[in-house]
């Protein structure tokens, strides 16, 4: 009898364990999948990134490379500073960077739409010392896919 008491206790903090394992792990799940939710959100859909506004997609896709604010980088590579350039004033150039890559940078753009260039580009050349006006528009950006020649 006393056998039996001691294995039905013993059962039962067993079984007491169990829940508050698989509570722990219930838990454990959710929150690993609220965080994926939150990390995923900012990836690609269908081979597009989904942010819209230029200073969303550049926190993304550009500033990873080009810093924070758009200061660039000496590391591991040399990445541009992309305030306070000139180099921005015709907005062709920078959009056909971003379209097309050049040496050490990917071309970025092609996962992102005619309009989402648009807005990166625009955002970079009118911030951080920046001030260039000059439209840019879709049509100019699908201009300048090499693969849609
Ligand atoms: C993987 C790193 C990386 C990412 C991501 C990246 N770039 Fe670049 N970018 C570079 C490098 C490296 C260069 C220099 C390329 C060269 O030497 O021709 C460059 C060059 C440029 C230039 C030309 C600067 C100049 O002075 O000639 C522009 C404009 C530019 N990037 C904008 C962007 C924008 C906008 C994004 C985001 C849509 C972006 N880049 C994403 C690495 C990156």
Wanted: glycine fraction near 8%; include cysteine.
């Amino acid at each position: 009898m006393r056998h039996f008491k001691f294995f039905v206790t013993a059962t039962l903090s067993g079984y007491k364990q169990l829940i508050l394992l698989i509570l722990r792990l219930i838990v454990t799940l959710t929150c690993s999948t609220a965080v994926m939710a939150q990390t995923t959100a900012d990836f690609p859909r269908d081979g597009v990134f989904v942010q819209q506004t230029g200073e969303h997609i550049y926190r993304v896709t550009c500033q990873g490379c080009h810093m924070p604010q758009g200061q660039g980088a000496v590391g591991a590579g040399k990445y541009p500073a992309l305030a306070n350039n000139p180099r921005l004033a015709n907005p062709v150039y920078p959009a056909y960077v971003v379209v097309n890559g050049s040496h050490a940078m990917p071309p970025v753009g092609q996962m992102l739409t005619n309009e989402q260039v648009v807005e990166v580009v625009q955002f970079v050349r009118s911030n951080w010392g920046n001030h260039f006006l000059t439209p840019l528009s879709p049509a100019e950006v699908q201009a300048l896919r090499i693969s849609s020649h």
